[in-house]
């Protein structure tokens, strides 16, 4: 299965020119490895509302099944990623965000101080990653194996349900 996806780096310096983006390109990567396709890849800063935007147009261009977002998600006054994601989606899935907590705590007591969420919306899934690119690629890993079968769901294909059937003998 070829997923659709888009990545939306957000960061004020980036966005400015004064640092490279290494996050978005670590994410890219992995993608690209998964023989998935590229739709978008843009920066944005530290501002709700343009981060609301990018992932609402996105999501109802019905041009990707999956959005990644990295960057924002800490706890300084500027990151903001986690409220504008909550301000569109349509519904949270708190299983890929507890996942990815869990996961990360065995990594690094860090992982506590992340505010990341994720959703759906229309038929999009969105997961808001880490700035930093070895924790935006380990967040990734953890979700993964999920994704395509995520995507299934999503698209309401009928074969994504029949694993779910139990057989009762």
């Given amino acids: 299965m070829t997923v659709r996806v888009s ?9 400015r020119g004064e640092r490279p983006d290494i996050s978005g390109p670590a994410l890219k990567s992995v993608i690209e490895q998964q ?3 590229i739709i978008d890849v843009s920066i944005v800063p530290d501002e709700s509302g343009q981060i609301a935007r990018s992932l609402a147009n996105w999501a109802d261009s019905g041009k990707c099944d999956l959005i ?3 960057g924002g998600t800490g706890f300084t006054a500027r990151d903001v990623t986690p409220e504008a994601t909550l301000s569109i989606i349509e519904r949270q899935t708190p299983g890929i965000t507890q996942a990815i907590l869990v996961e990360s705590l065995n990594i690094t007591p860090h992982a506590m101080l992340s505010r990341a969420t994720s ?3 229309a038929r999009t ?3 808001n990653l880490p700035g930093n690119p070895k924790a935006a690629i380990e967040n990734l890993n953890i979700i993964l194996p999920v994704l395509p079968h995520a995507i299934e769901l999503l698209q309401g294909n009928p074969a994504a349900e029949a694993g779910h059937r139990k057989i009762i003998g």
Wanted: glycine share 10%; aromatic share 4%; hydrophobic share 50%.
């Fill in 68 to 70: 990644l977002t990295t």
């Fill in 7 to 15: 990545i939306l780096t957000v960061s004020d310096r980036a966005d």
């Fill in 125 to 127: 899934l969105i997961v």
């Fill in 119 to 121: 959703g759906i919306r």
């Fill in 35 to 37: 023989g998935w396709q």
